[in-house]
């Protein structure tokens, strides 16, 4: 039977085999909003699903969820808040390297408030925000119930906006910047993608560490403009990618010396420009492929600079026993962001007009700020 036909009746017959299939997907909801360990269920929650791969405006659906079992180690959290990223319309498609079982709730990273506990949980009271650290599958949906370990307590001194889309972009910069060389203020790095949320984070992670960052962004119009708002975040250099059609990119460096690391997440023609910036011995991390053109390296920029190139995806770093890590990184991001030197554009659209935020996630009405979802 479809999800959505077996949602569509009361509970009775068929509702044992709903129950267990929400289970299985960590479907969420809610319950007492006091520390009542009598209480076993949650009440209905709401919830994106879809029961097939493909385009996310075509599969997806905001549907109701029954009430949900609280066992003794779980938690269950009011979601506050969850962004769209590329990465979550990539699961849907079916072409994200990992991906829930059909059928699955959408999201992946988020911020909930607490609003009640199982009998063994003492770590955590109703009221407290918390994020799924490491990320988990189904952060779009207005409750869900996890075993106590998968919640990472933060502060509520942050926007809930930050502190929904902290564990992705934000860390995937922050790991980036520190585990492929060491760098020191004064040193310099490269990127591509600068205006992406990535591109935006290494920049002023860099910044606030004393490191020059060169950035390549595509031409567009209102380039100028584009500059700007980069520069504003602390952007050493920003060049178009015809600005670096010479025959020495390094000439345009001035005083500032050779990056040591370089970052790409778009890939060709735009790739080939980072590695022309980077030193003798030099990194590039590959991240992402957004123009789906292959990197082309020279054979002397391997016999005689000696270049690396490595890639970088964040799923494995965090599913690597890296759990307590990555949640210390996660507290220093959200420092910087209470400190006013981590920011970004986003947009928050009411849950209720999740299919607005999606258009404009996928692109149909033009450029748009990070979709954050308010439930």
Known sequence: MALWRSLGGKAGKGSSLLFGLTRKLTYGAQSQSVRAFSSAVSPPSKAVVYELHGSPDSVTKLIGLPPFEIKENDVCVKMLAAPINPSDINRIEGVYPVRPPLPAIGGYEGIGEVHSVGSAVTAL??????????????????????????????????????????????????????????????????????????????????????????????????????????????????????????????????????????????????????????????????????????????????????????????????????????????????????DGKLKYEMELVPFDHFKTALDKALGKLGSQPKQVIIF
């Not at 922050?174 to 990535?198: C, F, H, K, W």
């Not at 920003?238 to 990119?249: A, F, M, P």
Request: with cysteine; charged share 20%.
């Open 125 to 338: 009271s109703p009221g407290d925000w918390v994020i799924p650290s490491p990320p988990s599958f189904g952060t779009w949906q207005t409750y869900i119930v996890k075993d106590q370990n998968v919640w990472h307590k933060i502060n509520k001194d942050v926007p809930i906006e930050y502190a929904a889309t902290i564990t992705v972009n934000p860390l995937t910069a922050l790991r980036m910047l520190e585990d492929y060389t060491t760098l020191n203020p004064g040193d310099s790095i490269v990127q591509n993608g600068a205006t992406s949320m990535v591109g935006k984070c290494v920049i002023q992670i860099a910044q606030s560490r004393g490191v020059h960052n060169i950035n390549i962004v595509r031409d567009r119009a209102g380039i100028d403009e584009v500059k700007e708002k980069l520069k504003k975040l602390g952007a050493d250099e920003v060049y178009t990618e015809s600005q670096l059609e010479v025959k020495n990119v390094k000439s345009l460096l001035g005083d500032m010396p050779e990056p040591s690391l370089g970052f790409n997440c778009v890939g060709g023609n735009s790739a080939s420009l980072v590695l022309k910036f980077l030193r003798q011995g030099g990194t590039l991390v590959t991240y992402g492929g957004m123009s789906k053109k292959p990197i082309t390296v020279s054979t002397s920029s391997f016999i005689f600079k000696d270049l690396s190139l490595r890639g970088f995806w964040l799923q494995k770093w965090i599913t690597a026993d890296k759990a307590g890590e990555s949640r210390k990184m996660i507290d220093r991001l959200l420092g910087l962001v209470r």
